[in-house]
């Protein structure tokens, strides 16, 4: 179970709720699970799949580069195929046991055999008729018929509801042996309303109360003694007060420009909240070298929202994606943004608006992850401590009995009783 946004400042609450803490104390756990940069959604869900860092697995970022084009209009990295490496339920269908997945990211058009991919219609798109195009048809519409009225879109908390009642189902009728799942509740409610905020401690109540659902319908299924449960976050999330917009930095320098009534850029930010990455036209050293004058012209203001640019060396020991040379990393309290429209620094605060986002260096203080694997041969009341986001797919696959090649992480042998 990925618990989108569940970090270690959510630990002392949640850890305390009936369900999660008899998970905890039938297991193993740590509030010390780092992530891997940038911690953006679909980044660090392909690294949980494949135990390998962004630099091999080829998603760099929620979405492909699209210069100019508003964020709810952009294309994500819906399609398995994107990925470059194997993941983990390919190698549990190519040992021959089923597979299912629900709004796991990056899945659409996968092997996964009962799948429901995360994927959103765009444009004159039919959303129906992508998701069945891109998951399993039969099992979508059994789904769709089932539980289909208890979904309001993608407003929360329906959302995650349905794809909870989907999960007990799944696991009563068809018992996979890997089932992954994404629930998103928790994330959409630090972005609306802060990490902090009463509707954030609504969501922990409500997510432990999913998380009973799921417990329960593993024990109606027979199947409890044979049965791991991993819940875990991807990335923490911080309050935020401005917002930066990135490329009017590079418009002023004349990077990002207008021609026949068409922008075109020879610089440009594609920006992840907490970071963002310096795309420059193939060939442009000029054009490089004067983006960097302007970030560290900018820079001399010491409340100008930029921590860090790193430089390949750096980028190199995180494991980034080698996709571009420089990336920009926000102070806390500030976040990037790629668009165009208003003024260079938006005071959020002002402007009666809360918010919180990601994609921050996993390195900063308070922004770990929680993870819990409970059940079957995992040691009782475990702490792992120190682990990593590379490690949960090799620890699947020692679970599952199945061979997944040589990745980045470690199976966590320690957690095992036997």
């Not at 618990?3 to 850890?15: L, Q, V």
């Not at 100019?68 to 194997?86: L, M, N, S, T």
Request: contains cysteine.
């Amino acid at each position: 179970m990925s618990y989108d946004a569940f970090s270690e400042d959510n630990w002392d609450m949640a850890s305390r709720l009936p369900n999660l803490s008899k998970l905890i104390s039938q297991g193993a756990r740590s509030n010390r699970l780092r992530s891997v940069y940038p911690t953006l959604t679909y980044v660090v869900h392909t690294t949980i799949a494949t135990g390998v860092y962004p630099d091999k697995h080829g998603i760099h970022h929620n979405n492909p580069l699209q210069p100019f084009v508003q964020e709810e209009d952009q294309r994500w990295f819906w399609f398995r195929e994107a990925i470059r490496v194997p993941t983990i339920y390919d190698a549990v269908r190519k040992a021959g046991m089923s597979t299912a997945g629900l709004l796991w990211p990056v899945s659409g058009k996968s092997s996964i055999q009962y799948n429901i991919p995360e994927i959103r219609a765009l444009g004159s798109e039919n959303q129906a008729l992508k998701v069945l195009r891109s998951g399993s048809p039969v099992y979508c519409i059994r789904m769709e018929l089932k539980f289909g009225r208890i979904r309001q879109g993608i407003t929360q908390p329906y959302l995650d509801n349905f794809t909870a009642k989907c999960a007990v189902e799944t696991i009563k009728r068809n018992k996979p042996n890997l089932l992954m799942m994404h629930l998103i509740d928790l994330d959409d409610a630090k972005h609306l309303y802060g990490t902090d905020s009463d509707e954030v401690k609504q969501v922990i109540q409500r997510m432990d109360e999913r998380l009973g659902e799921i417990i329960q319908a593993v024990d109606d299924a027979g199947i409890k003694d044979d049965t791991v449960i991993m819940v875990l976050g991807d990335h923490g999330q911080f309050n935020v007060r401005y917002k930066l917009h990135l490329n009017h930095l590079l418009q002023a320098k004349g990077l990002i420009y207008e021609e026949d009534g068409v922008k075109k850029w020879r610089a440009y930010f594609q920006c992840g909240g907490g970071s963002a990455y310096l795309h420059v036209q193939p060939g442009d050293e000029e054009a490089e070298q004067l983006a960097l004058a302007a970030i560290e012209e900018y820079m001399k203001d010491k409340t100008s929202g930029i921590e860090s640019v790193y430089t390949r060396e750096k980028l190199d020991r995180l494991h980034a994606s080698p996709l571009t040379q420089v990336m920009l990393e926000a102070r806390r309290g500030y976040c990037f943004d790629e668009s165009l429209d208003g003024r260079l620094v938006v005071d959020l605060e002002a402007h009666g608006i809360r918010y919180a986002t990601h994609g921050y260096s996993p390195d900063k203080s308070g922004y770990r992850c929680n993870m819990v694997v409970s059940g079957g041969r995992i040691k009782k009341n475990y702490p792992i401590g120190e682990i990593e986001m590379v490690d949960i797919a090799p620890t699947m696959a020692r679970i599952l009995g199945v061979g997944f090649g040589q990745g980045d992480g470690r199976v966590l042998e320690e957690i095992f009783a036997d």
